[in-house]
């Protein structure tokens, strides 16, 4: 049996990848089962996918827990604690990771034996919110399971996107088979994992747990705000930049449609964005009665005053 | 009810007190609205918070708060209210606390909760005349979980429990009616994106005392699929198309606050979202916003517009 799980942020297109590699299966033949997993629906947070294949009955049910690939659409997550990325890899559990950076990099920096694909998936003047990465990432892994053949993969984006429209679908499916193509010297290198037997039951090991006063049981937290010790500058693909020079100093106006309350009067009375904490949505841009804010590519953007602490996971 | 002090724009509190670094999704509309509503309300506010998008608000040991907040089941916020405001009653009879250390007690809900599963807590809190303000966001769905249909969704739009072609079925309850029909002490709509008229109806609200429904409309960008920058634009399209009157019910009459003129065709706030792309392709399907429309104009033309 396959046992394969995604990891990307919501908004990168994991559930839809994993129902693509899933029906992509059953087209071979296999019986499937994909599925997402219930959490945090936003936009960047960290999501989990899984899809089982097997040439007989899957009696596995749940998350998986001991994968054959691990399918990483978003190299941030990896030092996330709360995305789970790293969890239960056994020695043939192969990673393939959405990375500019070389195979040797990753495994050095995470002194992981296990084999690693890297496989850059923004093209040139992209931004990392890739509206295709879901689709490239599901065609990646059926190459290397090497049992999903390039037309049968084809034909299930076309069926799986295919109420989006032809134009979109036209894209996937380039992006699609350019993934699977790039995996060519890859082919079949992920192996079905053994057959696991249903562990026998066994009765849960009791803790009795005396009864806490209500303060000591429920969790207080005893001083305000302190939300910003968690910094979600990193959710950010575009930044807001003002231009002083077309400023009208009304930062009532930026200041009080700013969702995140991270627009505050800065110095001179121009408005002053917290980039550690601005999740780069944008809608001051949309505000600014004088156009004076813009938004800039957050790669390579000037003035690097980006936040440089990962988010804290909850 | 003390002299008004937010005039315009400027006299909107400036000091942004809500705290950054939450889990809400960028261009969240619910937390556009609760941070103006927020910086009114001031820290002396207890939050109780029934379950929905605004869990992720405070996630131990991390909270955006700087002064109160309990975390309930989703039907049983305005319970959970009564329970804080008796326990504050009772240390200020017990002068256990000053009378200047006294909160306010506010219900934070969505529309699944506040439309369905906690309406009957909430009127049985206006029928004991609890003193507490209910802040609704509502952003039309069960958010926090992938968007399913809610009694607070609207007709025709798409979600993941209505995927067909004409959308959802049924139509938005008029939650601000239901409460106005119990007769509450101060009852209004508000959105994000319309600040001003926002933070005069929470000063007003906050001036009264017993039930108050603050009732925000909390444009959603991943459950009604568009860019996070066009929150603003849609929220101030649902006021400018008057799908989302602004109105308020304060000493026993309802006001609109603010009546669009000409009203802008509601095409032009629906074609924005992704949850009404049905209507629009690959057919264009003019039963369906017309219907809409009607029923927008059919809701002015009552109100003597």
């Known amino acids: 049996m396959f046992r394969i799980r995604f990891h990307g942020r919501g908004g990168q297109g994991m559930k839809t990848a994993s129902h693509i590699l899933g029906s992509a299966f059953f087209h071979e033949g296999f019986e499937v089962q994909d599925a997402p997993r219930y959490g945090a629906e936003r936009r960047g947070a960290p999501i989990f996918a899984y899809v089982r294949a ?9 998350i998986i827990r001991h994968p054959d690939l691990v399918i990483v659409a978003d190299e941030s997550l990896v030092p996330v604690p709360a995305a789970e990325v ?39 003047g992209e931004q990392a919110e890739l509206p295709y990465m879901g ?21 299930t984006v076309a069926e799986e996107l295919g109420s989006l429209g032809e134009e979109v679908v036209a894209e996937n499916l380039r992006r699609a088979l350019a993934a699977f ?43 305000g705000a302190t939300s910003v010790e968690v910094r979600t500058g990193l959710w950010r693909v575009m930044r807001p930049v003002v231009h002083e020079d077309h400023c009208n100093k009304c930062v009532w106006i930026c200041g009080s449609l700013c969702p995140d309350s991270v627009i505050s009067t800065g110095a001179g009375g121009y408005p002053e964005v917290d980039y550690d904490h601005c999740k780069g949505c944008m809608i001051c841009v949309a505000a600014c009665p004088r156009h004076a804010i813009e938004a800039v590519p957050e790669h390579g953007a000037a003035g690097e005053t980006a936040a440089t602490h990962e988010e804290a996971s909850p | 009810m003390s002299e008004p002090v937010i005039k315009g724009m400027k006299d909107i509190p400036s000091e942004h007190i809500l705290g950054a670094g939450t889990a809400l999704c960028a261009g969240c509309g619910a937390l556009q609205a609760l941070h103006e509503i927020y910086d009114v309300l001031g820290e002396n506010t207890v939050f109780v918070n029934s379950a929905g ?51 306010q007690v506010a219900v934070l809900s969505g529309d699944g909760a506040t439309y369905g599963m906690g309406l009957a807590a909430a009127s049985c809190a206006i029928d004991r005349d609890l003193d507490f303000l209910y802040i609704c966001y509502d952003n039309e769905g069960y958010g926090n979980t992938g968007n399913q249909t809610s009694a607070g969704t609207p007709h025709a739009s798409r979600t993941a429990t209505d995927t067909g072609a004409e959308g959802v079925p049924g139509y938005k309850k008029d939650l601000f009616g239901l409460w106005v029909a119990n007769r509450p002490a101060y009852a209004a709509t508000v959105i994000g994106a319309e600040p001003l008229d926002l933070a005069r109806k929470v000063e007003k609200a906050k001036s009264i005392k017993g039930p108050k429904l603050i009732l925000a409309l909390s ?66 399907n003019d039963a369906l916003i017309d219907e809409i429309q009607s029923r927008v104009d059919a809701y002015w033309d009552a109100v003597g517009d």
């Open chain 2, 53 to 103: 998008c605004m869990t992720l608000m405070s996630v131990y040991p991390f909270t955006p708060f700087r002064g109160g907040w309990l975390y309930t089941a989703m039907a049983s916020a305005p319970a959970g209210a009564q329970g804080v405001r008796d326990a504050l009653d009772i240390l200020l009879a017990k002068k256990r606390i000053a009378p200047e250390e006294d909160m």
């Open chain 2, 219 to 284: 444009p959603c960008p991943v459950g009604w699929d568009y860019d996070p920058m066009e929150t603003l634009e849609i929220g101030r399209l649902a006021v400018k198309t008057g799908i989302w009157p602004l109105k308020e019910f304060v000493d026993g009459k309802v006001v609109h606050t603010k009546t669009p003129h000409p009203r802008t065709p509601v095409e032009e706030y629906l074609k924005l979202q992704g949850r009404y792309a049905h209507l629009f392709s690959p057919k264009r």
């Open chain 1, 54 to 62: 097997a040439r007989g009955a899957i009696n596995e049910r749940g």
């Open chain 1, 135 to 155: 689709v490239a990432c599901a065609a990646a892994a059926a190459r290397l399971t090497g049992v999903i053949g390039r037309e049968s993969l084809g034909d």
């Open chain 1, 86 to 124: 790293l969890a239960n890899f056994a020695p043939h559990t192969t990673l393939l990771i959405n990375s500019a950076e070389s195979a040797e990099t990753w495994r050095e920096r995470l002194n992981l034996s296990s084999p690693i694909i890297c496989l850059p998936l923004a093209e040139a």
């Open chain 1, 181 to 223: 193509d790039a995996m060519a010297d890859h082919e079949g290198c992920v192996a079905e994992g053994e057959e696991r037997l249903a562990a026998p039951a066994e009765g849960p090991d009791w803790i009795e747990m005396p009864l806490d006063l209500g303060e000591q049981a429920t969790p207080a937290i005893h001083a």
